[in-house]
């Protein structure tokens, strides 16, 4: 086929001594490189992030880079490196291609300290064949990047040391290279290594460092995974003898099961039986067992059956108010699991299979589920047939809702009308340590809601959509309480999605927001570079949150939030601020609320603010799409009435006048109290209406919604304070490379990142699209067919009236080795916006800025205008997408490239594009710099930089 070549490359300096006079010119300010594009191989190209208060772009003579192998090695000889793409903040670097496979340092020329050490592994965690632990015999599987380093024929073998932290010799373990084993993807790969433990391996603690070379000599890199604010740098693999089963078994005695029996009372005594024996096996032979009721079993039991082809259990048929919250779920924390059944639920239903808050150690394994809400109904609501109609507005419930840690769902077949595996709303921040594989889903609604998954891995799952709301597997983090949404650490890999039509029709999603500052920052002082003061105030605490420098010093590097402080209590504004809690205040208080004429309850002092529901609390999360279903407290605020709460209607409540009780019109959901006493002060929020804990309410003579106690006026009304501390002072996980600034703009906000989504097969349906904050993530090795896109997309988070809380950025991810074999797809081509009518969703549409059509592939911000124009600036040198690698991606037909938006640092290598209309664009509205392109293949005839959508002024 016919292609041009696209190459940009900048010849080396003449000599080292002109390079040296850079740190002459540079000043005394420290320059230190913290991360480089790895794996990177000879004669390919890295990106370089440089940590400076100097910017790079002025550095004279022009700031340039050496290397040199062995790494480590005083007598190794440095090599000037051709350098490209300079911003403030980093360039791109061509590796030599005399260069052997391995680590090599990197530095700025002139700056001694400045050294980096690349091409080492960088773990993310470890996985064991128990989820957070390993048993003698067992495995762990350690991912994250460069675990193995890319060879002619595959990767190297990896080295995994585990040293004993009780005494004792080393244990070195070799990844395998096979894919067999065990019935999990134990292929080795540049992101993931499968060791096998001794059988004789002591139980212990040991401290885990990994090198991605065999070599006794090559360089390895511990273990520091951040699971929690309690535990910032776990370096460890914990070795223990695992959950020990009772093996007593108790047999469901039904007389002759089968069509028309109840075997409700059979079985519901054999559990209890294994209750009262603190735990067993209750058995199922073969048979078809029609059970009322939910199965809950008490933590230590396991439900088997023969098999389950041969084992079904039908329930009850329910309706929305008669159904359970789950079939089959336990009655308190702990280990269970279910086995080798087959369950039918073919009416509604919240969940079928329920793993509660604190569940550990529990699984769900060779079990078929068969969840049609709609069973042998007609398409029509109310339109039934054989007698059966639906009173509910739309296919609900969950098949497997997850919460807790250590859990195997494995070797199911699951089809659900509704989500097939979710965390969202089952009140606690998602799951850890989940291993979901070897499914086969059929999914009317989500495939999963990976909502604040953490040390988890999705592998070798076949997931199809079988309804038009299906839609994709996705990892959001908002809808939880609990102070932890995020999602960090995930291995998805080897898995096959296809027929996702519903909602935005994303195969994968990252959608991310919240927040809780945006701004900047005191300079740090040598004595506490763990420790940052904010310039201003934060909404609230982030614990466990993202900790980005935007602009400024350490641009593009990202720590944790360890925990933050406080400068004391604040009085209430004299116009509360929004996020105001609402609270009980005296009814002569000037912020007392009252009942406003379209139905909404607004502040006496500004009547533009309205009472809200804030599902997640500020800090905490970002969507208010389902306020008022969970059953935990829900807390009030004021908010700044906008579209998106008028779309879900949060802000109107209703006054019933017979009960005395306010309600979120949505739902049954009531206006209550947070503690057991009620004084001025006590925050509110809803609860469900039906819990008692509601409170009664009058609207006295001056419009104030004021309590009833005992029957009385208590002279307490719906009232309003303001934030109760301030948060300045925020503790971080480790220093950054060199101090902050008073030039570092920095965002604080739930983190979402280390994600690896490889070796998928993706088909018909829309994006893989890692949205808003993506942070060290990974798409490799992945196959599309007609679908929507690949696509790095930061963009705006989350804001509290005029003020952003927190910009969702794209920060070091890669695109590596991903092939378009069919570049068809569905696409809104005949769609027009009328910008009289609505002009905010022209991005929607063909060639806004929410699409990606004609390209593929793409590094996107959607937060600039048209991608036509230059639209609205960001603040200074701020790019919300920033260190991207695409390398070595294939679109064989109709598809390509494009960078727009707030992009910077952005390389392009390596890409070949066949039979389409476009190949490789970098878009007018992309001006920060930094866009490096190498040794890309486009198809003839396309003109270079081609945007369709552009026409010339004439």
């Not at 507005?393 to 659900?416: C, E, M, P, Q, R």
Request: net charge negative; with cysteine; charged share 15%.
């Amino acid at each position: 086929r016919q292609s041009r070549i696209l190459r940009v490359m900048v010849p080396p300096f003449a000599s080292l001594a002109l390079m040296a006079m850079a740190a002459k010119t540079a000043g005394s300010a420290p320059v230190k490189i913290f991360w480089v594009s790895e794996p990177v191989v000879a004669g390919n190209t890295a990106l370089v992030a440089v940590a400076s208060a100097t910017n790079l772009t002025a550095m004279q003579p022009p700031i340039a880079f050496e290397a040199r192998q062995p790494a480590g090695s005083a007598s190794g000889q440095w090599v000037v490196l051709q350098t490209s793409g300079v911003t403030e903040h980093g360039a791109a670097v061509a590796i030599p291609a005399s260069f052997k496979l391995g680590s090599f340092d990197i530095r700025v020329t002139g700056f001694q300290d400045s050294v980096f050490t690349a091409n080492l592994p960088r773990p993310w965690f470890l996985f064991g064949d128990q989820g957070s632990f390993s048993t003698p015999g067992g495995s762990v599987r350690v991912i994250g990047d460069a675990i193995s380093l890319p060879t002619a024929g595959g990767v190297t073998t990896a080295v995994l040391s585990l040293t004993p932290q009780s005494g004792g010799p080393v244990v070195r373990l070799s990844s395998r290279q096979s894919a067999d084993g065990d019935g999990v993807g134990a292929a080795s790969s540049t992101s993931h290594g499968f060791f096998d433990l001794p059988s004789d391996m002591a139980p212990g603690l040991y401290t885990a460092a990994v090198s991605n070379l065999p070599s006794p000599d090559a360089l390895n890199t511990t273990l520091c995974t951040f699971l929690d604010t309690n535990t910032p740098c776990l370096a460890t693999l914990n070795v223990s003898r695992g959950i020990v089963w009772k093996p007593d078994r108790f047999t469901v005695n039904a007389t002759m099961p089968g069509p028309g029996r109840d075997a409700t009372k059979p079985v519901q005594a054999a559990i209890a039986a294994a209750t009262a024996n603190g735990g067993g096996i209750v058995y199922f032979p073969r048979g078809m067992y029609f059970v009322k009721g939910p199965l809950v079993v008490a933590p230590g039991t396991r439900l088997i059956g023969e098999s389950r082809e041969l084992v079904s259990i039908y329930f009850d048929e329910d309706n929305q108010s008669t159904a359970p919250p789950a079939y089959v779920t336990s009655s308190a924390p702990g280990p269970w699991g279910a086995q080798d059944l087959t369950f039918y639920v073919t009416s509604f239903a919240n969940d079928i299979v329920n793993f509660k808050p604190g569940t550990h150690d529990a699984f769900l394994t060779r079990t078929r589920i068969r969840f049609n809400s709609y069973f042998c109904l007609e398409p029509a609501k109310g339109s039934g047939s054989r007698g059966r109609n639906t009173n509910w507005d739309h296919s609900v419930g969950t098949a497997v809702k997850l919460a807790g840690t250590n859990l195997f769902v494995t070797d199911n077949d699951i089809y659900s009308s509704g989500d097939v595996v979710s965390t969202l709303n089952n009140g606690a921040a998602g799951a850890s340590y989940l291993h979901i594989a070897r499914n086969r889903f059929w999914n009317g609604g989500t495939t999963h809601w990976g909502i604040s998954w953490k040390q988890s891995i999705y592998e070798d799952n076949v997931a199809t959509g079988v309804s038009t709301t299906a839609m994709g597997s996705n990892y959001p983090q908002y809808q939880h309480n609990d102070g932890a949404p995020h999602v960090q650490n995930i291995y998805h890999h080897n898995n096959s999605q296809n027929m996702v039509w519903g909602n935005d029709r994303e195969m994968m999603t990252s959608d991310a927001g919240g927040g809780v500052y945006v701004g900047f920052v005191e300079a740090q002082s040598e004595g506490s570079l763990n420790q940052v003061t904010l310039s201003e105030a934060a909404a609230g605490p982030q614990p466990g949150g993202a900790f980005c420098v935007l602009s400024g010093t350490n641009t593009g590097d990202c720590r944790r939030v360890v925990s933050s402080t406080s400068s004391g209590p604040l009085k209430p504004p004299a116009v509360p601020a929004t996020m105001a809690s609402v609270v009980v205040a005296p009814c002569e208080d000037a912020y007392a609320l009252k009942l406003s004429t379209n139905g909404t309850w607004q502040c006496s002092a500004s009547p533009d603010l309205a009472l809200t529901v804030w599902c997640d609390p500020p800090g905490r999360g970002s969507s208010s799409t389902t306020c008022g279903s969970n059953s935990f407290f829900e807390p009030l605020v004021l908010a700044q009435s906008d579209s998106f709460t008028a779309q879900y209607k949060t802000q109107v409540f209703a006054f019933d006048a017979q009960t005395h009780e306010i309600t979120l019109n949505k739902s049954g959901h009531c206006v209550s109290v947070s503690g057991s006493s009620i004084v001025p002060g006590s925050q509110l929020g809803l609860s469900d209406c039906s819990t008692g804990s509601t409170l009664e309410w009058s609207i006295n003579s001056t419009g104030f919604i004021e309590l009833i106690q005992d029957g009385q006026q208590s002279g307490l009304c719906l009232g309003v304070a303001g934030p109760k501390t301030a948060e300045h002072v925020f503790t971080i996980d480790r220093p950054f490379s060199v101090p902050l600034d008073s030039t570092s703009m920095i965002t604080i906000l739930p983190f979402q990142g280390r994600l690896a989504f490889n070796g998928n097969d993706y088909s018909d349906g829309g994006e893989v699209q890692f949205y808003s904050t993506m942070l060290g993530s990974q798409a490799n090795g992945n196959t599309f067919s007609r679908t929507g896109g690949l696509t790095s997309w930061g963009r705006q988070g989350m804001r509290s009236g005029s003020t952003m809380l927190g910009w969702g950025a794209n920060f070091r991810n890669s695109f590596i080795g991903n092939r378009v074999v069919e570049g068809n797809h569905v696409w809104n081509y005949n769609t027009k916006p009328n910008p009289v009518d609505d002009p905010a969703m022209y991005p929607y549409f063909p060639g806004g800025s929410k699409t990606i059509e004609p390209w593929f592939f793409g590094s996107l911000t959607n937060d600039q205008g048209p991608p036509t124009d230059p639209g609205v600036p960001i603040d200074g040198d701020m790019a919300l997408n920033r260190f991207i690698v695409f390398r070595d991606n294939i679109v064989d037909s109709n598809g390509g490239l494009v960078v727009r938006g707030t992009s910077a640092n952005v390389l392009v290598e390596g890409t070949q594009i066949f039979a389409s209309d476009v190949g490789v664009h970098v878009n007018m509205t992309t001006v920060k710099g930094g866009i490096v392109l190498v040794n890309n293949t486009e198809p003839s005839g396309v003109p270079p930089n081609y945007n369709p959508y552009y026409v010339p002024p004439q």
